[in-house]
């Protein structure tokens, strides 16, 4: 599945701020920035090798991944957001369809929060986004 790159971007900053997002392992999918070109997807492969989900191009993982123009993060999964959410005091009790491609969450704490998503995983992004650096 490709990520749009809005939420590639969003993530991309959250990985500065949470070292899940840049730990990954083999069946995990990571990205790579090229500034103002876009991103890239992989899968990571055992024995530390990637293949690109655009060209099927595989390659060796960088020795640094954090280094200039090797910074690898990864995509979370469902599950992983959710996750990184609850530790953070958050919890997810739902989604609302709010258009054909408008998605409100609802929280445990029946805090309203003023994010929208064109899907329920964007909109788990974003809340992590907001988590980490908007909320006091």
């Not at 090797?70 to 996750?83: I, Q, R, Y």
């Not at 998605?103 to 909109?123: F, H, I, K, Q, R």
């Amino acid at each position: 599945m490709w990520h749009s790159p809005d939420i590639l971007g969003v993530l991309e900053r959250l990985s500065r701020e949470l070292s899940e997002l840049s730990s990954f392992s083999a069946g995990d999918v990571v990205v790579r920035g090229f500034g103002d070109l876009g991103y890239e997807e992989f899968l990571c492969l055992p024995n530390g090798f990637l293949v690109s989900l655009f060209t099927g191009e595989r390659s060796k993982v960088p020795e640094s991944t954090s280094g200039k123009g090797a910074h690898l993060f990864k995509v979370p999964e469902w599950d992983e957001l959710l996750e990184f959410l609850f530790h953070r005091g958050v919890v997810v009790s739902g989604f609302t369809r709010q258009a054909s491609n408008r998605w409100s969450v609802e929280l445990e704490s029946g805090d309203a929060l003023p994010l929208e998503g064109v899907s329920p995983m964007e909109l788990l992004v974003k809340l992590l986004e907001w988590v980490v650096y908007e909320r006091s």
